[in-house]
């Protein structure tokens, strides 16, 4: 295949704030969902602590919005437990190591986000908290020092836990004048430092986990419709406000990008099929890059007797506010279907009839790159925007090896075929622009809570219950990756 990565592609690796950080209670920062959130494995769940009215401590099953505390507890960070996110990897100390670290990769984007908790550290504090802002201050400047674009996030599922607490997280609209307010902060304060933001992470999973969590009851239904509403709104009046204050600013949403396909040809599953790509990809989508619901969304709407609070001027505010680039996670595809069967995928945040055309991963998740490439062509075909691949990723079992190495070659193989596969969608007419693989170095699990499964380029001397040096060690792939950013991909298409 003759070269077709553009020249001036960004290239480079991504983390979040709450995975990677640490210092959950250092200059003020105030706590988030993940302080309250345990441990677990590809087979126990994560559970998130509390006190009850009773002052008795407890927890239940779940994390973020599928984990209900009972009436009148609050969260709370317990003794007895271990909290992996505290720590996490300890970027907030080490970041110029692993700046550093990246560039000498040949980094020119870095995707991180932006703790809200770090800035306002209840959520409507009345100023903002210096501390936090001159922490992401330093660590966009360090990226400048490199010539590394930092590509940020800015809600990257870490609401303020006092919001969450006092008014119910975001199907209470309070919360998108809130967020208005952090955004606007911002932005004026990195408008020199940060071109390209990324208004709210993963969005659509708050649709996308009801399905895998089994039944659920109407009315969270409800609620995930009207918290998704308040995010829209939140995003476009945000585009809006930043716009103003740079007009080079670039916006892009974050859908998490997953490939659906029919389980057999009957009719009735591609119809199913269809219909799941509309509830879980455009739904979010359409409203962020068309600026409208779509026309099956009523439908979606009524299925679960969903009526939504739309307020006068919440569509034209949606119209106001699309975004400029169209980003999304990608790791799997899953298969759906209306028969029945017994060879279900159960892995962590997959759902589905296994694809017998597909191996998977140690936690359940499709290995399928040819997904990518269908994924880029069919959504860039719908909305003829530029595009980036903001996590990808494969997340494994590494081992140290006596003289201290690390050979991942199932990692290299793994981003191997999805760069090829990016290539061909390039090669068939796609705009894609950036390519940031989840995660550069080692951080915490997002839905396990584990360090063991590990994606970075960079290995991490930490365990499960948080043992270790914290020392930084490039495994195989580093190198690897290296060569294929000095060529500009060109090594990775002719191995």
């Given at each position: 295949?003759?070269?077709?990565?553009?020249d001036g592609?960004?290239?480079?690796?991504?983390?979040?704030?709450n995975q990677?950080e640490?210092a959950?209670?250092?200059?003020?920062?105030?706590?988030v969902q993940t302080d309250?959130?345990?441990?677990?494995?590809?087979?126990?769940?994560?559970y998130?602590?509390f006190?009850d009215?009773?002052g008795k401590?407890g927890?239940?099953g779940?994390m973020?919005h599928?984990?209900?505390?009972?009436?009148?507890?609050k969260?709370?960070?317990?003794?007895d437990y271990y909290?992996?996110?505290?720590k996490?990897?300890?970027f907030?100390?080490r970041?110029?190591?692993?700046?550093?670290?990246f560039?000498?990769m040949?980094?020119s984007?870095?995707r991180?986000?932006?703790?809200?908790?770090?800035?306002?550290p209840?959520?409507?504090?009345e100023?903002?908290?210096?501390?936090?802002?001159?922490?992401?201050?330093?660590?966009?400047?360090?990226?400048?020092?490199?010539n590394?674009?930092?590509?940020?996030s800015?809600?990257?599922f870490?609401t303020?836990?006092?919001?969450?607490?006092?008014?119910?997280?975001?199907?209470?609209?309070k919360?998108?004048?809130?967020y208005v307010?952090?955004?606007?902060v911002?932005?004026?304060e990195?408008?020199?430092?940060?071109?390209y933001?990324?208004?709210f992470?993963?969005?659509?999973?708050?649709?996308m986990?009801?399905?895998?969590?089994?039944e659920?009851p109407?009315?969270?239904?409800?609620?995930?419709?009207?918290?998704?509403h308040?995010?829209?709104l939140?995003?476009?009046?945000?585009?809006?406000?930043?716009r103003?204050?740079?007009p080079?600013?670039?916006?892009g949403?974050?859908i998490?990008?997953?490939t659906?396909?029919p389980?057999?040809?009957?009719?009735?599953?591609?119809?199913?099929?269809?219909?799941?790509?509309?509830?879980?990809i455009?739904?979010?989508?359409?409203v962020?890059?068309?600026?409208?619901?779509?026309?099956?969304a009523?439908?979606?709407w009524?299925?679960?007797?969903?009526?939504l609070d739309i307020?006068?001027?919440?569509?034209?505010?949606?119209?106001e506010?699309?975004?400029d680039?169209?980003?999304?996670s990608y790791?799997?595809?899953?298969?759906v279907?209306?028969?029945?069967?017994?060879d279900?995928?159960a892995?962590n945040?997959?759902?589905g009839?296994r694809n017998?055309?597909?191996?998977?991963?140690?936690?359940?998740?499709a290995l399928d790159?040819t997904g990518?490439?269908?994924?880029?062509?069919?959504i860039?075909?719908?909305y003829?925007?530029p595009?980036?691949?903001?996590e990808?990723?494969?997340?494994?079992?590494?081992?140290?090896?006596?003289d201290?190495?690390i050979?991942?070659?199932y990692?290299?193989d793994?981003?191997r075929?999805?760069?090829?596969?990016m290539a061909?969608?390039?090669a068939?007419?796609v705009d894609l622009i950036?390519?940031?693989?989840?995660?550069c170095i080692?951080?915490?699990?997002a839905?396990?809570?584990?360090?063991?499964?590990r994606?970075g380029?960079?290995?991490?001397?930490?365990?499960?219950q948080?043992?270790?040096?914290?020392?930084r060690?490039?495994?195989?792939?580093?190198?690897?990756y290296?060569?294929v950013l000095?060529?500009?991909?060109?090594?990775?298409?002719?191995?």
């Amino acid at each position: 295949m003759t070269k077709v990565f553009p020249d001036g592609f960004l290239w480079g690796g991504a983390i979040a704030a709450n995975q990677a950080e640490g210092a959950y209670n250092e200059d003020g920062r105030g706590l988030v969902q993940t302080d309250v959130t345990t441990g677990g494995t590809v087979d126990s769940p994560r559970y998130t602590t509390f006190i009850d009215k009773d002052g008795k401590p407890g927890k239940v099953g779940g994390m973020g919005h599928t984990a209900k505390i009972p009436e009148g507890a609050k969260f709370a960070v317990l003794d007895d437990y271990y909290y992996p996110n505290h720590k996490a990897v300890d970027f907030y100390h080490r970041y110029k190591e692993d700046i550093k670290l990246f560039a000498e990769m040949g980094y020119s984007v870095f995707r991180l986000s932006i703790s809200w908790a770090r800035i306002f550290p209840n959520g409507y504090d009345e100023k903002p908290n210096q501390a936090g802002l001159d922490f992401y201050r330093s660590v966009f400047e360090e990226c400048r020092k490199y010539n590394i674009e930092p590509l940020v996030s800015i809600w990257h599922f870490d609401t303020p836990l006092t919001l969450e607490q006092e008014l119910g997280c975001w199907a209470n609209r309070k919360l998108v004048d809130y967020y208005v307010r952090y955004c606007q902060v911002i932005f004026e304060e990195y408008k020199d430092l940060v071109k390209y933001w990324l208004t709210f992470n993963e969005i659509n999973n708050t649709i996308m986990f009801l399905d895998m969590f089994g039944e659920v009851p109407q009315e969270a239904y409800q609620e995930a419709y009207q918290t998704l509403h308040h995010q829209f709104l939140a995003s476009a009046k945000a585009i809006k406000i930043g716009r103003q204050i740079n007009p080079n600013f670039q916006f892009g949403n974050m859908i998490c990008g997953i490939t659906f396909y029919p389980g057999t040809c009957d009719p009735a599953d591609v119809l199913l099929n269809e219909h799941k790509w509309q509830q879980n990809i455009f739904y979010c989508s359409d409203v962020q890059a068309k600026g409208r619901y779509g026309s099956y969304a009523k439908r979606l709407w009524d299925e679960h007797g969903v009526v939504l609070d739309i307020e006068d001027g919440d569509l034209e505010a949606l119209r106001e506010g699309t975004i400029d680039i169209y980003t999304f996670s990608y790791y799997m595809t899953n298969n759906v279907t209306t028969h029945d069967s017994d060879d279900l995928v159960a892995g962590n945040f997959s759902a589905g009839v296994r694809n017998p055309y597909l191996t998977y991963s140690d936690w359940g998740w499709a290995l399928d790159p040819t997904g990518l490439q269908y994924f880029l062509e069919k959504i860039y075909d719908r909305y003829e925007l530029p595009m980036m691949v903001v996590e990808n990723g494969l997340g494994a079992f590494d081992t140290v090896e006596e003289d201290g190495s690390i050979h991942d070659d199932y990692r290299i193989d793994y981003h191997r075929q999805h760069i090829k596969a990016m290539a061909q969608a390039i090669a068939n007419g796609v705009d894609l622009i950036a390519y940031t693989t989840w995660g550069c170095i080692d951080i915490v699990s997002a839905g396990t809570g584990e360090m063991r499964k590990r994606y970075g380029f960079i290995y991490v001397d930490m365990d499960d219950q948080g043992q270790g040096t914290l020392e930084r060690r490039p495994k195989d792939s580093f190198y690897w990756y290296q060569k294929v950013l000095a060529s500009n991909e060109q090594s990775a298409l002719e191995e």
